[in-house]
T-cell receptor, first 114, second 113 residues
Framework: ELKVEQNPLFLSMQEGKNYTIYCNYS?????LYWYRQDPGKSLESLFV?????AVKQEGRLMASLDTKARLSTLHITAAVHDLSATYFC??????????????FGGGTRLMVKP | DGGITQSPKYLFRKEGQNVTLSCEQN?????MYWYRQDPGQGLRLIYY???????QKGDIAEGYSVSREKKESFPLTVTSAQKNPTAFYLC????????????FGPGTRLTVT
């Protein structure tokens, strides 16, 4: 059974600071997704990482994937209040040709303080 | 505009009643999914469908049922057998069931009392 663990679960940080969220997973996969969720809202796709060594950047967020270590990171640079949200990673696990099944981490709730 | 719609946004039911949540997409996606999210938790897969007239159980299918009679529609019924149905339900779709990212609808918040 695939397990996906994120840490930290909760992160409070000051504006302007840098920090990294980690996503570890337990089985072989080379497809990983990062989503953002605002309170009471749906999930918004942030990054799609499809191979070992993949790195994607959008604004103050940068995501990377190391499939050998089974680790993805989401790095926040010079945080601003608008980045406050919950961030989820999701790992794509092949399921005996039954299709694309995502297993989600528990989420990291980020709060950026002025 | 292309997208995924879920209705209603909020739904209230009495215990013991079945309730059906709607999910429609006009993205021409083959695959559709239903997830459940409890407060402060990640998403868990209830059912998914890769093609019309076919669907598979996810990790927590007990107490739920689905149908896929049309490509655009994937309704979820929460039956009275579901012991703790109060949750946020999210529908998603992807181009196919194997290689593409999933796009999510706005969700339905179900409260059962």
């Amino acid at each position: 059974e695939l397990k996906v663990e994120q840490n930290p679960l909760f992160l409070s940080m000051q504006e302007g600071k840098n920090y990294t969220i980690y996503c570890n997973y337990s089985t072989t996969s080379d497809r990983l997704y990062w989503y953002r969720q605002d309170p009471g809202k749906s999930l918004e796709s942030l990054f799609v990482l499809l191979s070992n060594g993949a790195v994607k950047q959008e604004g103050r967020l940068m995501a990377s994937l190391d499939t050998k270590a089974r680790l993805s990171t989401l790095h926040i640079t010079a945080a601003v209040h608008d980045l406050s949200a919950t961030y989820f990673c999701a790992v794509d696990a092949p399921n005996n040709n039954a299709g694309n099944m995502l297993t989600f981490g528990g989420g990291t709730r980020l709060m950026v303080k002025p | 505009d292309g997208g995924i719609t879920q209705s209603p946004k909020y739904l209230f039911r009495k215990e013991g009643q079945n309730v059906t949540l709607s999910c429609e997409q006009n993205l021409n996606h083959d695959a559709m999914y239903w997830y459940r999210q409890d407060p402060g938790q990640g998403l868990r897969l209830i059912y998914y469908s890769q093609i019309v007239n076919d669907f598979q159980k996810g990790d927590i299918a007990e107490g739920y049922s689905v149908s896929r009679e049309k490509k655009e529609s994937f309704p979820l019924t929460v039956t009275s057998a579901q012991k703790n149905p109060t949750a946020f339900y999210l529908c998603a779709s992807s181009i196919d069931g194997f290689t593409y990212e999933q796009y999510f609808g706005p969700g339905t918040r179900l409260t059962v009392t």
